[in-house]
């Protein structure tokens, strides 16, 4: 079965800088998605950026960026320039290719990020 | 399109009662989903609809735990019997197909007391 693991339960980070959220897998699949969703207080999980394993090119979108180590299945999240808007629960998943099946996420336990003014 | 609907937001039962929860997708999205979130951790899969049809089950979802999704639109969850340990945030997802992203509700939060 497939993993996901947060290992920083809580992480802070000071308006303006760079942070660095951690997250490693396990899987035996070769075709597989990792995504980072973003949890605010009291709001719905949005999805803040995706990864296609077979692509080995970072992906990044804006202030966000992903540092993907396949061979060590490491997945992990930079967000730049940090903003107030950016605190909240944010979660590391994994979801298989698409080769049938549901294609459900598999869910790390997150990392709450506060952002200092 | 207004987004993955779940109602209500907050439910409080005594134990023993049985509850029922509405989850409406994004229209024209097939695919739906549950999970549920316990404090401190990520959600967990309960269970897929790909339209109407029930395809996988969680080892998660006991015998009191029931989805349906009639004519494909939306679904509804229903535990019977409810447990303390049911007390948790259960969520809806939409997905218009494959390799689609995962739309999701604000969640129902349960509190068996």
């Known amino acids: 079965a497939q993993t996901v693991t947060q290992s920083q339960p809580e992480m802070s980070v000071q308006e303006a800088e760079t942070v660095t959220l951690s997250c490693t897998y396990d899987t035996s699949e070769s075709d597989y998605y990792l995504f980072w969703y973003k949890q605010p207080p009291s709001r719905q999980m949005i999805l803040v950026i995706r990864?296609?394993?077979?692509?080995?090119q970072n992906a990044t979108e804006n202030r966000f960026s992903v540092n993907f180590q396949k061979a060590a299945k490491s997945f992990s999240l930079k967000i730049s320039d940090s903003q107030l808007g950016d605190a909240a629960m944010y979660f590391c998943a994994y979801r298989r290719g698409s080769q049938g099946g549901s294609e459900k996420l598999v869910f790390g336990k997150g990392t709450k990020l506060t952002v200092n003014p | 399109d207004t987004g993955v609907s779940q109602n209500p937001r907050h439910k409080i039962t005594k134990r023993g009662q049985n509850v029922t929860f509405r989850c409406d997708p994004i229209?024209?999205?097939?695919?739906l989903y549950w999970y549920r979130q316990t404090l401190g951790q990520g959600p967990e899969f309960l269970t897929y609809f790909q339209n109407e049809a029930q395809l996988e089950k969680s080892r998660l979802l006991s015998d009191r735990f029931s989805a349906e999704r009639p004519k494909g639109s939306f679904s509804t969850l229903e535990i019977q019997r409810t447990e303390q340990g049911d007390s948790a945030m259960y969520l809806c997802?939409?997905?218009?197909?494959?390799?689609?992203?995962?739309?999701f509700g604000q969640g129902t939060r349960l509190t068996v007391v």
């Open positions: 990864q296609e394993a077979y692509k080995q």
């Open positions: 229209s024209e999205h097939n695919r």
């Open positions: 997802a939409s997905r218009r197909g494959v390799n689609t992203e995962a739309f």
